[in-house]
């Protein structure tokens, strides 16, 4: 019953390092999301895929990359960290884009 | 382009007092509605939704909401509170067809804070 996974759980990076967020559910949703949530500013969508094969934009995408894997995984890269990207970055999955959508435990984030 | 406003960014009230977080959404088309939880430190869990129906949804934890289409509201009460309902609940309306603008759209949270 493991919905959706995310790894890592906490990381801690420097300023300009890489690295890569990784999500994987187990309900065979189409519809997978990223978000990041920072204090007073609720979720914001950083990028989502629709269905397997198709990415889009989501409200702030600048400094991310995204790639669908398969129908599974949906994973989220940072290729120069920056101090403004310290965040809690949460994976979510739905049936479809207008259905309820299934969270994530989250990935804190520090950027040094 | 839809929008959700939750009118309150912080409830305070003391245990087993009743509670109404409340939600407006904006949106031109029909919409499903959502109400999530956010315990601290862990992911958003799904406490109701609207589809379609009756326009009293109930949910986990004794939660229910209430669908009001001429107020454009999804009002979020508990008659009684406990100590462990201390979280942060978020507002989502989508679009029923799901159209262009079909992802969940989210209100910026209400925290809800349950005193002894």
């Known amino acids: 019953n493991a919905g959706v996974t995310q790894t890592p759980k906490f990381q801690v990076l420097k300023t300009g390092q890489s690295m890569t967020l990784q999500c994987a559910q187990d309900?065979?949703?189409?519809?997978m999301y990223w978000y990041r949530q920072d204090p007073g500013m609720g979720l914001r969508l950083i990028y989502y895929s629709a269905s397997e094969g198709t990415t889009d934009k989501g409200e702030v995408p600048n400094g991310y990359n995204v790639s669908r894997l398969n129908k599974r995984e949906f994973s989220l890269r940072l290729e120069s960290a920056a101090p403004s990207q310290t965040s809690v970055y949460f994976c979510?999955?739905?049936?479809?884009?207008?259905?309820?959508?299934?969270f994530g435990d989250g990935t804190r984030l520090s950027i040094l | 382009a839809q929008s959700v406003t939750q009118l309150d960014s912080q409830v305070p009230v003391f245990e087993e007092a009743p509670v109404e977080l409340r939600c407006n959404y904006s949106?031109?088309?029909?919409?499903?509605l959502f109400w999530y939880v956010q315990y601290p430190n862990q992911g958003l869990q799904l406490l109701l939704k609207y589809l379609s129906g009756s326009t009293l949804v109930k949910g986990i934890n004794g939660f229910e909401a209430e669908f009001n289409k001429s107020q454009t509201s999804f009002h979020l009460r508990k008659p009684s509170v406990h100590i462990s309902d201390t979280a942060e609940y978020f507002c989502?309306?989508?679009?029923?067809?799901?159209?262009?603008?079909?992802?969940?759209?989210f209100g910026k949270g209400t925290k809800l804070s349950v005193k002894p």
């Open positions: 989502a309306v989508s679009d029923e067809d799901g159209g262009s603008q079909g992802n969940l759209i």
């Open positions: 979510a999955s739905s049936v479809r884009r207008n259905q309820p959508q299934h």
């Open positions: 309900m065979n949703h189409n519809s």
């Open positions: 949106s031109s088309v029909s919409v499903y």
